[in-house]
């Protein structure tokens, strides 16, 4: 049984507070725990959403308390029940607003609610469990989101919901901050983003380079989490707060904002970001130089030419306004249907930053990175009509991509189990084009065909251990069907 399996110990210093160490040796893939998660609902900031299946909904209402609800059954989800009742005593219900795509903060007192209501429910739990959680209270104090949720959580729950005779205000505020500093951003069935509070995993200490991954599965939101690399026993184990392909400056600036730590990891700590580049720019006044943070862990420090003999200087405060321009242009592409111009203006804008980033820096390669799953898949360029330019274009940035994540995510991640499918389809056109054209025979594209077989190996391996509902856990058994029958084709060549 899963939640027998705990290959961890609780240990504490001044730098992490409590932290996970692993009580034994961990192979790739092995599972060290599962977690049940305290409390589940909608992010900060969310449109309004069905407080039972978290789809978006547009001006439809529980029926008992007027809150976003999609459907009957959603009604009387067991994660709606409660806080209904909270609602309909008091009378209060969610205010109409103009435009149901936009934020909604009154959704924002939802998941503090859910956690004081499984609070009174599980006492014991409370109290072991979400009690001892870091807060950051005086640090969080100075923010504006403690206004914010002083007003939207805290006085809209004990005075407006009349909850004052059960909890005080003190209370609601740990909550938000029990949650600003430890929850995580899980799917909802439907693949809409919300958070998660769940007790063990939130001890997990934070690098830039994690060795563990956790997969959410959606009946019940149950977090497994597994090592990504072999891990040693004594080692720590870690936990990646932020996106990990974002660059050192905005990683770090998302840290310290809501987990009010500055990292100082081994990624962040090097210029380089680990040979990965990226963060690196290129130089504009010279032609062989890159532009690099003298000291990543001092944010005001300054950025500098490689070259010597160059010595261009710039100031971090004029990367990150660049960083932030280019981040709006290219944030504009993901509102794209997937389309041929979905791909054209990615290569496009990449074309035009090509003499400013490097070609790994993180900007050109989360571009590349959307292309990765965009070439192959979309009208125009399906899969089988790609010309070999295109398939050799598909497979350069996935094997890009996978050369980063080696590094910088290394082991058995989602990621990789994607990008190793998407890698797998030119590959395999690649090798197929080149035997119908007579240009190898048929021994030499069973061994071409070996690399595809492999990476649908890896894919089905790291991917099937995903909720089998969701995208990545269907892609992971259409890579076990896709192998299988690659192999048999193989067998009639
Ligand atoms: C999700 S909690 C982790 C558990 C927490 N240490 C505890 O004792 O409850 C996140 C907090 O742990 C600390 N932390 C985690 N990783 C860290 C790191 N790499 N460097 C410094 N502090 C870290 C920070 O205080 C951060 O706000």
Same mark, same amino acid.
């Given at each position: 049984?899963?939640?027998?399996?705990?290959?961890?110990?609780?240990?504490?210093?001044?730098?992490?507070?409590?932290?996970?160490?692993?009580?034994?040796?961990?192979?790739?893939?092995?599972?060290?725990?599962?977690?049940?998660?305290?409390?589940?609902? #909608?992010?900060?900031?969310?449109? #309004?959403?069905?407080?039972?299946?978290?789809?978006?909904?547009?001006?439809?209402?529980?029926?008992?308390?007027?809150?976003?609800?999609?459907?009957?059954?959603?009604?009387?989800?067991?994660?709606?029940?409660?806080?209904?009742?909270?609602?309909?005593?008091?009378?209060?219900?969610?205010?109409?607003?103009?435009?149901? =795509?936009?934020?909604?903060?009154?959704?924002?007192?939802?998941?503090?609610?859910?956690?004081?209501?499984?609070?009174?429910?599980? #006492?014991?739990?409370?109290?072991?469990?979400?009690?001892?959680?870091?807060?950051?209270?005086?640090?969080?104090?100075?923010?504006?989101?403690?206004?914010?949720?002083?007003?939207?959580?805290?006085?809209?729950?004990?005075?407006?919901?009349?909850?004052?005779?059960?909890?005080?205000?003190?209370?609601?505020?740990?909550?938000?901050?029990?949650?600003?500093?430890?929850?995580?951003?899980?799917?909802?069935?439907?693949?809409?983003?919300?958070?998660?509070?769940?007790?063990?995993?939130?001890?997990?200490?934070?690098?830039?380079?994690?060795?563990?991954?956790?997969?959410?599965?959606?009946?019940?939101?149950?977090?497994?989490?597994?090592?990504?690399?072999?891990?040693?026993?004594?080692?720590?184990?870690?936990?990646?707060?932020?996106?990990?392909?974002?660059?050192?400056?905005?990683?770090?600036?998302?840290?310290?904002?809501?987990?009010?730590?500055?990292?100082?990891?081994?990624?962040?700590?090097?210029? =380089?970001?680990?040979?990965?580049?990226?963060?690196?720019?290129?130089?504009?006044?010279?032609?062989?130089?890159?532009?690099?943070?003298?000291?990543?862990?001092?944010?005001?420090?300054?950025?500098?030419?490689?070259?010597?003999?160059?010595?261009?200087?710039?100031?971090?405060?004029?990367?990150?306004?660049?960083?932030?321009?280019?981040?709006?242009?290219?944030?504009?592409?993901?509102?794209?249907?997937?389309?041929?111009?979905?791909?054209?203006?990615?290569?496009?804008?990449?074309?035009?930053?090509?003499?400013?980033?490097?070609?790994?820096?993180?900007?050109?390669?989360?571009?590349?990175?959307?292309?990765?799953?965009?070439?192959?898949?979309?009208?125009?360029?399906?899969?089988?009509?790609?010309?070999?330019?295109?398939?050799?274009?598909?497979?350069?940035?996935?094997?890009?991509?996978?050369?980063?994540?080696?590094?910088?995510?290394?082991?058995?991640?989602?990621?990789?189990?994607?990008?190793?499918?998407?890698?797998?389809? #030119?590959?395999?056109?690649?090798?197929?084009?080149?035997?119908?054209?007579?240009?190898?025979?048929?021994?030499?594209?069973?061994?071409?065909?070996?690399?595809?077989?492999?990476?649908?190996?890896?894919?089905?391996?790291?991917?099937?251990?995903?909720?089998?509902?969701?995208?990545?856990?269907?892609?992971?058994?259409?890579?076990?069907?896709?192998?299988?029958?690659?192999?048999?084709?193989?067998?009639?060549?």
């Amino acid at each position: 049984m899963c939640s027998d399996i705990s290959h961890y110990t609780i240990q504490q210093n001044d730098k992490y507070g409590r932290y996970l160490v692993a009580s034994r040796d961990l192979d790739a893939g092995e599972l060290i725990f599962c977690d049940t998660p305290f409390a589940v609902g #909608p992010k900060p900031d969310t449109p #309004p959403l069905c407080l039972g299946c978290y789809v978006p909904v547009d001006n439809t209402l529980c029926s008992r308390c007027g809150w976003p609800i999609c459907s009957v059954e959603c009604e009387s989800s067991s994660q709606h029940v409660a806080e209904c009742a909270v609602f309909a005593t008091a009378k209060v219900r969610f205010q109409p607003v103009d435009d149901w =795509t936009t934020c909604a903060p009154q959704l924002d007192c939802i998941t503090p609610l859910r956690v004081l209501l499984a609070k009174e429910k599980d #006492p014991h739990r409370w109290q072991y469990e979400l009690e001892p959680m870091e807060t950051h209270t005086e640090a969080r104090q100075k923010k504006q989101t403690w206004s914010a949720d002083q007003v939207n959580v805290v006085n809209f729950l004990v005075d407006h919901c009349k909850l004052g005779n059960k909890f005080d205000k003190e209370l609601v505020q740990k909550v938000c901050g029990i949650l600003e500093v430890n929850s995580v951003e899980v799917p909802s069935h439907g693949g809409f983003s919300i958070r998660a509070i769940y007790p063990r995993l939130a001890i997990t200490a934070h690098s830039c380079v994690p060795n563990i991954v956790h997969t959410v599965l959606s009946n019940d939101y149950r977090v497994q989490v597994r090592a990504a690399i072999p891990i040693k026993s004594g080692e720590n184990l870690y936990l990646c707060y932020t996106y990990a392909l974002s660059p050192t400056l905005v990683r770090r600036e998302f840290l310290v904002e809501s987990k009010f730590f500055y990292c100082d990891c081994h990624r962040c700590a090097d210029p =380089t970001e680990l040979n990965t580049h990226l963060s690196t720019l290129k130089c504009s006044k010279c032609d062989d130089g890159v532009i690099l943070p003298t000291n990543p862990l001092e944010n005001e420090a300054m950025w500098m030419c490689s070259d010597k003999n160059c010595g261009f200087k710039t100031s971090s405060a004029a990367i990150r306004k660049m960083l932030a321009v280019v981040q709006a242009e290219t944030e504009q592409l993901d509102a794209l249907e997937p389309g041929p111009a979905a791909i054209e203006q990615r290569e496009a804008t990449i074309k035009k930053y090509k003499s400013v980033f490097h070609p790994r820096h993180s900007i050109l390669l989360s571009l590349k990175h959307s292309l990765a799953q965009l070439y192959g898949r979309v009208e125009e360029y399906n899969i089988d009509e790609l010309p070999d330019v295109l398939l050799e274009r598909k497979v350069e940035i996935c094997r890009l991509v996978l050369k980063t994540l080696d590094v910088i995510t290394p082991g058995e991640t989602r990621m990789r189990g994607m990008m190793l499918y998407e890698l797998h389809a #030119p590959l395999m056109f690649l090798a197929r084009n080149e035997y119908g054209a007579g240009l190898i025979t048929s021994d030499q594209l069973k061994e071409k065909l070996q690399e595809p077989i492999k990476c649908l190996a890896d894919s089905a391996r790291i991917l099937q251990r995903e909720d089998p509902h969701s995208p990545e856990g269907i892609t992971g058994q259409i890579a076990q069907q896709s192998m299988e029958q690659l192999i048999a084709s193989l067998e009639s060549l």
